[in-house]
C-alpha cells in the first residue's frame, strides 16, 4: 500500500487534537473559559481557532468542510465532531495525489495571495501543533497533566511503532 508521505503527520494532527478535546471534557466551564497567559486565550477559544482555521484551511482545496465559526458558542463535542469529519476530507485530499507545488491563491479584498500546496499543508500541520501546545500549558497551570499527545505517543496508539528486544 503507498500513502502520501504526509498521511502519518496529518494522521497525527487530526488524532492529537481529538485526544486533547476528549481529556478536556473533565474540566470545568471555568477553566475552559479561562485564558491562560502567554497562549492565544482560553482552552475553548484555542479549541475554536485551531477547528474553524482548520475548515477554512480545506476550502483552499475546494472541499466542503463540517464549518465552525470561531467567533460562534461551538462546545467540545461540536469541536470533536467537525475535526473528525475534517480529519476524513483531510485524508482523502491526500490520497487524491496533490501536486506540493501547485498554486493556492488566497483572495482578500484587493489582494492575493500565493503559496504552494505542500506549504500550505505544512502550515495546518504546524498550525494545530501550536496550538495543541498551547492548551497544554493552560493544562498545566490548572494542575492538571496533558495528555500524551506527541508523535511518538500517536504512534505507540495506532501502531505505526512498536519496540523489540535486540
Not at 45 to 74: I, K
Not at 93 to 116: K, M, Q, R, Y
Not at 129 to 141: E, G, N, P
Request: glycine letters at 10%.
Amino acid at each position: 500500500m503507498t500513502t502520501s508521505l504526509l498521511d502519518d503527520a496529518m494522521a497525527h494532527h487530526i488524532w492529537a487534537t481529538e485526544r486533547l478535546i476528549d481529556e478536556c471534557k473533565v474540566l470545568t466551564p471555568e477553566q475552559l473559559a479561562t485564558p491562560a497567559p502567554g497562549t492565544y486565550g482560553s482552552i475553548l477559544d484555542t479549541f475554536r481557532h485551531l477547528v474553524s482555521t482548520d475548515c477554512w484551511y480545506l476550502t483552499f482545496f475546494g472541499t466542503e468542510p463540517q464549518l465552525v465559526d470561531e467567533d460562534s458558542a461551538a462546545n467540545l463535542d461540536e469541536l470533536r465532531s467537525a475535526i473528525t469529519t475534517n480529519g476524513k476530507a483531510w485524508m482523502e485530499l491526500l490520497d487524491g495525489g496533490l501536486d506540493g507545488e501547485a498554486d493556492i491563491v488566497e483572495h482578500g479584498d484587493g489582494w492575493n495571495f500565493h503559496s504552494p500546496t505542500g506549504f500550505r499543508l505544512a502550515q495546518v500541520i504546524q498550525h494545530g501543533t501550536d496550538h495543541r501546545s498551547q492548551i497544554c500549558t493552560a493544562l498545566t497551570s490548572f494542575g492538571v497533566e496533558p495528555p500524551g499527545i506527541d508523535l511518538w505517543a500517536f504512534g505507540e496508539a495506532t501502531g505505526r511503532t512498536r519496540a523489540e528486544d535486540a
